[in-house]
Structures are given as structure tokens and as C-alpha cells.
């Protein structure tokens, strides 16, 4: 059975003066919202042959589409440079429509499934963000996973007007390149003893061309509690704000009481 689902949202925070609320971390300050997201969700469901008529439905596709619009600030400044000097920038258009948005799943072999999501720039036509994850698991619990993140960063951090242009409006950029991402995850995990797990993982930045961390663990499973011991190295990145570096994670997860420490999740 193939399902078509259209949606349409509406969002509206005001400005609310938020100075004297402390900052702990980002959720501390609702920004100003004024826009409306559009979009489609498409599935593709199934029953599987071996349940017969009593089988649950079974999701083995699912797409969406969306796309916002902003009645309140911009999106993002369109800029261009100004003839005769690389360091000025003229303010062109505000953008009011928001990347394309899009992820679709995967669910069709029963020990395979995928998920790729994607932001489309229509302003640059190009790719924002493009990430995809495989994953194959058999019935030990055996995992492989295989995933790759590439998120550009924003070549231009903040714009600043210049009181030294003749002609306003003209701004000057400041240049950046912090925030882009592009990597690719190796995660396996194998069973040895009933209880036992072992598995191992590489985060490598494509972009630098280092290792940021190598782990290996293992994880105790008994029937109502678990636990996990990981063992951390961490490379040095090239621009050296990250030294070489060793760490120790245990943590311990009691069924339905709750969790202490960091846990791997394969």
C-alpha cells in the first residue's frame, strides 16, 4: 500500500526580552519564529508473506519533503562582491524560503536498512547537508553500521556594515570555516559468549584527514541490567585545538530504574 500525506504547519514565538533568564545551554533562548513549514510524507506498507492475514503492517519505505517560509527575519542574506574590491559585499536579497528538506528509510531485506537525509540550498542549488547511514544486523546481534555526514559549514559567519562605503548599503564579510563536517563512522559489533558483546568504532574527518577517535569496548548483557566498559583515543586535529587523548567510559543501565555513565548505541 502506497500513502501520500500533505502537510502544512504553522509556527509563531514572539520577541520576547530574555536577558535576565541565565544560559546553561542552547534551549535557554526561544528565538522569534514566524513561519509556516509545507511539505509530503510518502510510505510504502506492507504485511510480510510468512505472517500471513494476522501479520502487523510493515513499513519498508518512508519519504519526506518540506520546505519553510519565513514572514518574520530572513533565512539568510544573499550577497554578492562589489566590483573593484573583494573585501566589500553588497547586500542583494533576503531569503525568506528555507533549504529543501528531505530523508527517506529503507526497510526492505529484514537485517538491512538505510536512511539518507538531505537539505537542498534553492538559492545555490547545492547541497547543504547530505548524510546516509547503512545498517546490517543478523539474528545474534551482530551489527555493522556504516555512516557518512557532510555538512558544509557557512562561509560567511556575520556580516558587518562598513561606515567607509560611499554608497550604502555595503557590508564586509567575516570569513570562517568552522562548523563544517564531513566524516565517515565505522561501527561493528559481535557477539561472542551468550551474554558478551564486543565491537569497536572509527570516526574519521574526510576534510582533515585525520582520526578523531578510535573505540573499543565490550558490553555485558544479563536479563535485567547491563553494563559497558569503553576504552577512548582520540586523535590530535590538525589545527592542534585537539591534543591527543585517552579515556576510560564505564556505565551501567538498570532496566526500567534508570542508567549511570556513557553507553555506546549500536
Not at 542552547?26 to 508473506?49: A, F, H, S, W
Not at 528538506?101 to 537485517?111: D, S, V
Not at 553500521?145 to 556580516?159: F, G, L
Request: charged content about 20%; hydrophobic content about 30%.
Amino acid at each position: 500500500m502506497h500513502t501520500i500525506e500533505p502537510m502544512i504547519h504553522y509556527q509563531y514565538s514572539p520577541r520576547v526580552n530574555q536577558k535576565d533568564i541565565p544560559i546553561f545551554d542552547e534551549v535557554d533562548r526561544i528565538p522569534y519564529t514566524n513561519q509556516m513549514t509545507y511539505g509530503i510524507t510518502q510510505r510504502l506498507i506492507g504485511k510480510p508473506e510468512k505472517g500471513g492475514a494476522s501479520a502487523a503492517p510493515y513499513e519498508y519505505a518512508k519519504f519526506t519533503l518540506s520546505q519553510s517560509y519565513s514572514f518574520g527575519d530572513p533565512y539568510e542574506d544573499d550577497l554578492y562582491q562589489s566590483i573593484g574590491n573583494p573585501y566589500i559585499f553588497i547586500l542583494k536579497k533576503r531569503q525568506y524560503f528555507s533549504n529543501i528538506r528531505g530523508e527517506l528509510w529503507l526497510n526492505f531485506i529484514p537485517y538491512v536498512t538505510a536512511h539518507w537525509d538531505a537539505e537542498l540550498n534553492p538559492h545555490r542549488w547545492g547541497f547543504d547537508r547530505f548524510n546516509f547511514t547503512i545498517r546490517a544486523e543478523d539474528k545474534r546481534g551482530d551489527v555493522l553500521q556504516v555512516q557518512y555526514r557532510n555538512t558544509k559549514s557557512k562561509s560567511i559567519q556575520e556580516i558587518i556594515f562598513d561606515p567607509r562605503a560611499t554608497t550604502p548599503p555595503y557590508f564586509y564579510p567575516y570569513l570562517g570555516t568552522s562548523g563544517g563536517v564531513q566524516q565517515i563512522n565505522l561501527d561493528a559489533r559481535v557477539k561472542t559468549i551468550n551474554p558478551l558483546y564486543v565491537f569497536s568504532g572509527i570516526r574519521y574527518n574526510i576534510s582533515d584527514r585525520y582520526n578523531v577517535v578510535n573505540l573499543y569496548g565490550i558490553e555485558y548483557q544479563a536479563q535485567c541490567w547491563s553494563s559497558t566498559l569503553i576504552l577512548e583515543y582520540w586523535g590530535e586535529s590538525p589545527d592542534k585545538t585537539r591534543k591527543k587523548e585517552f579515556k576510560v567510559n564505564f556505565s551501567i543501565n538498570l532496566l526500567n530504574i534508570g542508567s549511570v555513565g556513557r553507553k555506546l548505541t549500536l
